[in-house]
């Protein structure tokens, strides 16, 4: 995966603040068409840093790069079934988010990390606590399943990462692609699973209101049998993902 950029870009500082401007335009478009693919290249860029900063083998950065790559399919196969997918209001706007953003950059910038990692330097440290702000923006400003595992996909590139570099171990990488498919799994069937006539209500989320007996009443049909088929597939498909990883 060296054809995009060499190590000289990888190990400078522009490769930082590339990957943090990618994830902060991420966050202020707020478009899953755009998360999803963004995501990856997140994924992309900080497995090449952990690659020529930190020696962590190329053959992890494959794994780590193609697991992301089958997670976002996972979660962009829950929209372009139903057809649309609409964005909960409580996101804002792209200005409330960029203002939130800009606090949370000053914060990260500022702070001076004071952990007990003496394997990773400061400007690597500010990046993935950057990464883990803006994955805990995302959680924090959705309500619907999708972006939660968009969230959930973006909190893990950090955590892998630091795993990587101070558990160099295989079995770790395998059960961390195995974890994140599996949210992914719940995340998107949970996203099929939403109805919206009872999101357009604007009802309290309480024991009364949810789960109610109307759910599947409102013009909202669940294909029960054809999500369960269409996940057994995607377990098909990590299981030997993972097989032949592991090999």
């Known amino acids: 995966m060296d054809f995009l950029l060499g190590a000289s870009f990888w190990s400078s500082a522009l490769s930082l603040w590339g990957i943090g401007a990618i994830a902060f335009l991420l966050v202020i478009f707020w478009d899953w068409r755009l998360f999803l693919p963004g995501l990856a290249l997140i994924q992309y860029g900080v497995g090449q840093i952990l690659v020529y900063r930190y020696g962590v083998p190329g053959q992890w950065l494959a794994v780590y790069f193609w697991v992301i790559v089958l997670a976002a399919l996972i979660l962009a196969l829950s929209p ?84 990587a570099v101070i558990l160099p171990l295989p079995s770790l990488i395998a059960l961390w692609g195995i974890l994140q498919l599996v949210v992914m799994l719940a995340c998107s069937y949970l996203s099929l699973a939403e109805n919206e006539q009872i999101a357009k209500q604007n009802l309290p989320i309480t024991d009364i209101t949810f789960p109610a007996e109307q759910r599947w009443t409102t013009g909202f049909s669940p294909n029960l049998a054809g999500v369960r088929r269409l996940i057994a597939q995607r377990m098909a498909a990590m299981m030997a993902i993972l097989k032949r990883v592991s090999q």
């Open 80 to 163: 372009l079934q139903m057809g649309r997918y609409q964005t909960a209001e409580r996101s804002g706007n792209p200005l409330f988010r960029g203002l939130i953003l800009l606090l949370l950059a000053v914060i990260v910038y500022t702070l001076q990390p004071d952990l007990p990692l003496p394997v990773l330097d400061v400007a690597t440290a500010r990046l993935l606590l950057w990464l883990v702000a803006c994955a805990f923006l995302v959680l924090a400003l959705t309500e619907g399943a999708l972006f939660t595992g968009i969230g959930l996909l973006l909190w893990f590139i950090p955590l892998q990462s630091l795993t």
